[in-house]
Each structure stands twice: as structure tokens, then as C-alpha cells.
């Protein structure tokens, strides 16, 4: 396979990553702003009273938050796509 076959491939898994990612967060921007429950509100709430613990869990589920939407885009890939993985 050459790679000039491969280019628009890579464009679309480039483009959906970054979608991807600003979508998340532009979620979190929207969920930190004026907001009176969420986790965006924990996050305020905490950093109003120095509560690093609870600052640091709501990092983490926004962090797998994050994680999930990629995790099921490779397993659909996988269950719907099998060639590529011949390929790859």
C-alpha cells in the first residue's frame, strides 16, 4: 500500500480526534460557567475551600470522561472495520 493511499484515512482520523477533543472541552467550559450542579460545581466548590483531594478526583472522571468516547470509537472500529486490522 503506498502512502498517498493512506493520506485520506489518516485526514478523517485526525479530524474526528480533534472533534473529539474540543468537543470535551468545550463540555467542560460550558459545565464550569454559571453553573449550580455537575461536576463543574464540585470543581468550584472545592477550589473555594482548598479541597485538593476533591479537585483531584473530579480531574480524574473528567479525565476518563475523555477516555470513553475514544474507547468506543476503537472498539466500534474494530467490530465493524476487521479488515484493518489485516492491514495494519
Not at 37 to 62: K, N, P, S
Not at 66 to 86: F, K, N, S, T, Y
Request: glycine share 8%.
Amino acid at each position: 500500500m503506498k502512502t498517498t493511499d493512506e493520506v485520506p484515512g489518516v485526514r478523517a482520523a485526525e479530524r474526528a480526534g480533534v472533534s473529539m477533543t474540543l468537543s470535551v472541552i468545550a463540555l467542560i467550559a460550558a459545565e464550569e460557567i454559571n453553573t449550580t450542579a455537575g461536576i463543574g460545581y464540585l470543581m468550584v466548590q472545592a477550589g473555594d475551600f482548598a479541597r485538593t483531594d476533591i479537585l483531584a478526583v473530579c480531574i480524574l472522571v473528567y479525565g476518563l470522561l475523555g477516555l470513553c468516547p475514544d474507547v468506543i470509537v476503537r472498539v466500534l472500529e474494530r467490530l465493524l472495520m476487521p479488515w484493518r486490522r489485516a492491514v495494519r
